[in-house]
C-alpha cells in the first residue's frame, strides 16, 4: 500500500507571535503529525502568522496533501478550554501588528466575499465528546479578527461548496507560557494532543451533527 | 412644520427577560423617545423578547416611522460598558428560553439569508466619540446567538442595500439589578441614556467611520 | 450651638496615583464634606498615595476632628461594586511604586504590630442595606497590600480599644477612567456619592452587625 | 535505618466537597504520599470537609507524623494556578454548607485567636521557582472564609512559635471537573503533582525567603 492509499487531514499549527518563543498550536500540530486516526493519516502544517502569507502557505498545504478534513489550530490567551469556533468573518481588524508588521484595519479577508463563514465541522458533537471525555471544550462565536479569523475565513472560502469539512479551534497557552504572564489559563500539552486527537477522531466518526445548544445569550 | 416633515430614527430596546423586571435596553430608549438629535426625532419601540415574534414587531416599527437610521439596544450581562456590535450572525442558538419558551438550537434566523451581516453604522468612530466623552465603549465581535443577534440579523437582512443604516449596541445591567445579582459590572440609567443619546448623534454625524482599531486577537 | 458641639465622621480617599489624573476616593469624600448625616458632620480629608506619609496625614485627620467614626475610601481597578473590607493585614508588598517612589516587599506596616486587624464596622448590615437600595456592594476578603491596606491596618491599630468605629470601602473607577483604559467596570460620581452616603448612615445606625453570610471560598 | 529515623513532612488535602466526585487536593497529596524529598517523607492525610472536624482530623495528623513542614491543599474554582496563601484568617463565613451540612457565619476559628496568622513557608521563593520551572504560579491575599481557610488558620495556630514551618496552597480543579462545569480554568493531576512536588522541595530548601514583589493594589 503506498503513502498516497492513506487519506489524510490537515492540522494547522501557527509559528510563534507577540514575543513567545513557542506556540501551542504548533506544537500540538506537530506532536500528532503522522498519526492514523480512524484510519486516515494526520498531516501537521506551520502557517506563519502573518496576514496574506498564511493563506499562501495554507494553499500550499491542500495542494501538498489533498485532505479529507481540515483543522486550524491557534493560541487563545485568556481562554481556559478547547474552544471549537463556530463562525469566521470577513474582516482583519489588529490589535497588535502580525510578524511581518503589518496591522490591517477593517479590511476584509477577501474583497469580494461574504461576510461569513460557517464551521463545517461538528462542532456540538466534537465539545460534547471531549467534555464527556473529560476534556474541558466549549463552542466560541468569536475567532477574533486577527491572524486567526483570517486563516479560518481564508479556509472555508477555499472549500466552500466542497466535500472537505474544515473548521478552527483555539486552545489556551501552555503552562510554562502562563508562568511567564501569570494570570491566564493554561493546559500543558499532553492534555491539547489528547483533547485534539479526540477532536480530530469525533470530527471524523460524525457526519451529521447533534443538536446540543452551546450558544452565548451575549 | 408638520410632525412627518421631521426625520426619525429607530431606537428599540427589548422588554424584560431571564426573570428579571425591567430591562435597561428598554429604560433607556424610552427615556430618549421622542428627542430631536441633528435635526432628526428619535422614535423609541419596545420589540418582545421572543424568536420570531421581535422580527415582526420590527417590521411594524419600520413601517410605522420609516427611519433614516435604526440604533437596535440589547441587555448584556457581564459586560462592563457600551458595546457596538460588528457583526450578526445567521443563526439561532439559544442557551435558555425566549419569553414564549422558545429555544431554538442551530436554527438560521433565514434559511435563505447570507452567514453574516455587518453593522452599517460608524462603530469607530461611534466608540472614540464616546470615549472622548468619558464614556466607556468598545467593538464587540460577536452579539452572541440570542434573540439579541436575532434581531439584528433581522435588522440588517431588511435595510441591506437601502440608504437606511443601522446596527446594535449591547449595555450592561443597571446598578439595581446588579445589586440582586452581585458580581456583575452595571452602568446607571443616567450614564446609559447620555451614552446611546451621543452614540446616536455621532451615527448621525459621521458618513465615513474612522480607520481605528477595534479587533480582538481571539 | 457651636460647631465643635456636633460631632463628626471622618472620609478619607486619596490623591490620583498610578498615572490618573483623578481618583474617586478623593471624589466622592469631597462631595460628601460638609454633609449632617443621622445628626453627624462628614469630615473630608485627602491622604497622600504614599506608605508611611499617609499614615502621618490620617493621624493629623484623627488629631483635627475627632470623629465617633471612621470611613476610609480607595479605588480597586477591576472591582464593579462597592466594596466593604473585612480585614486589614500587618504587610507592605507593592507591585508598583507608590507616589513618592516607594516600592516596599513584605515590610510590616507596623512592627510590633499584630498580623491583622478586622473592620469595626457592621459591614454585613451596610452590603445588606446598599443592595437593597439598589447599589451593588459586596463583602471583599482583601484590600490587597498596597496602600490602601497599609492605611486601613494603619487605621485600625490607632483605634484599636476605642469606641471609635471604622473600616475601609473600595470603590470602582469612574466611567471617565475605564473609558480611558477600556476594559474594566465602573461607576459614575453620582453612584459613588449615594452609596457612599447611605453606607455611612448605615454604619451610624447599626450598632450590632447583621449576620449573613459575606464569604469566599477561596 | 528504621522508618522514625527518616524526617516527615505532612501534606494534606480535602474529600470532595459540593457536589463533586473527587477533589484535586487529595489526589494530589496521595500521588505524592512516601516520596523521599530532599531527605524528608512525604505523609498524606485526607482532612474532611467540615469545620471543626477537619482541625480534629489534622490534630490526628500531627500527632501521627510529627511532621517538620506542613503543607495543607486546598481546591480553588476559579483560579488557573497553584496559589500560595499569605495569610489565614480568624473567622468562618460559609457560602455554602461544609460537608457536615454547618454554614457558620461570621463565627471565629478560635474565641480566643489572633486576627490572623502569616503563612511560615517562603512563599516567594516558591512562586518564583515553580515559574523558573515552567508552572504558573502565584502568591495570593486570601485563602476565602470557608473550610480551606479553617484549616489553613488551625494550622498556624497549632505550630506557631514551632520550628515547623507551615502553610496554604489552592489548587485549581482538574480537567475533568471543568470538563462538567465549564468556563472555569483547570490543570491536569500530572501538573498539579509535578507542581507541588517542586512547591515542597523548594520549601524544604529554602530557609530565608526571597524578596520578591507579590503584593495586589486591591
Known amino acids: 500500500m503506498t503513502s498516497s492509499s492513506v487519506p489524510s487531514l490537515l492540522l494547522t499549527g501557527f509559528e510563534p507571535f507577540g514575543g513567545e518563543t513557542l506556540n501551542p498550536s504548533w506544537e500540538t500540530a506537530r506532536a500528532l503529525d503522522g498519526e492514523l486516526l480512524e484510519g486516515v493519516r494526520v498531516r501537521a502544517w506551520q502557517l506563519p502568522c502573518v496576514f496574506g502569507a498564511a493563506l499562501r502557505s495554507l494553499d500550499q498545504a491542500l495542494a501538498a496533501h489533498s485532505p479529507l478534513l481540515v483543522l486550524a489550530l491557534g493560541q487563545a490567551s485568556g481562554r481556559c478550554d478547547l474552544s471549537l469556533e463556530r463562525v469566521a468573518i470577513n474582516v482583519d481588524d489588529a490589535r497588535i501588528p502580525d510578524n511581518a508588521g503589518a496591522q490591517p484595519v477593517d479590511e476584509p479577508v477577501l474583497a469580494t466575499g461574504p461576510a461569513a463563514y460557517f464551521s463545517t465541522l461538528p462542532i456540538k458533537a466534537m465539545v460534547a465528546g471531549l467534555r464527556a471525555a473529560g476534556i474541558p471544550a466549549s463552542v466560541s462565536q468569536t475567532a ?3 491572524v486567526c479569523n483570517h486563516v479560518f ?4 472560502h477555499r472549500l466552500a461548496g466542497s466535500a472537505v469539512r474544515s473548521g478552527f479551534m483555539h486552545i489556551p497557552p501552555l503552562p510554562e507560557q502562563a508562568a511567564r504572564f501569570p494570570g491566564q489559563p493554561s493546559l500543558p500539552l499532553s492534555t491539547l494532543v489528547e483533547g485534539t486527537r479526540l477532536a480530530l477522531s469525533l470530527a471524523l466518526r460524525t457526519q451529521e451533527d447533534v ?5 452565548a445569550i451575549a
Not at 475565513?153 to 472555508?156: A, F, R, S, T
Not at 443538536?211 to 450558544?215: D, F, I, L, N, W
Open 144 to 146: 477574533g479578527t486577527f
Open 153 to 156: 475565513y481564508g479556509l472555508q
Open 211 to 215: 443538536r446540543e445548544q452551546g450558544g
